[in-house]
């Protein structure tokens, strides 16, 4: 079936559907293809800063971001729903932790810092899009925070890793300066 002859919700939900799969093993170029010139994510408040642009590149920036604290990054999609301009994608993500995952306060100082565990995850979410002429203009998730801390050990730490955290933290504090 062409692109053309599909119902437009239908268009919209494999737009949505094919941006999650991006953030695990997207190219820069593809997400041209889904999101918008203007489109961001509310999600990028604790990213790092090349992360919190909008457009694809602010996007892709987000996609990298995960990418070197997840190995083995996938998504399972469970649900998705269109209404009008919105689209709602049931997922769970999938991966490793292998790298430092570090997130920023909103002025670009570091919040907290997670050394790497190597333990799989699973996480629960769900991704809201709105759409505007066939790409994301605007998205933002739910996702089980609480429930992957526990699989990554995250919580309750013990004292090494409270230990490993901290020294982390410092040197993310470092290179932010430098």
Known sequence: MSTTS???SADLKSVAVRSIHLMASGSRDE?????SAEGF????RAAPPPARGSG?????????????AFADLHYDIHHVIADGDLVTVNSTMNGRHTGPMIFYTEDVQVDAAFAPTGRPFAMTQSHWFRMKDGKIVEHWANRDDLGVARQL???PPTPRYLLRC???????RKSLTS
């Open 6 to 8: 599909m119902p437009v």
């Open 31 to 35: 997400f041209d293809e889904v999101i």
């Open 41 to 44: 994510t509310r999600e990028r």
């Open 56 to 68: 694809p590149d602010g996007f892709y920036q987000l996609a990298l971001w995960l990418r070197a």
């Open 153 to 155: 050990d995250w919580v």
């Open 166 to 172: 901290a020294r982390l933290k410092r040197q993310a």
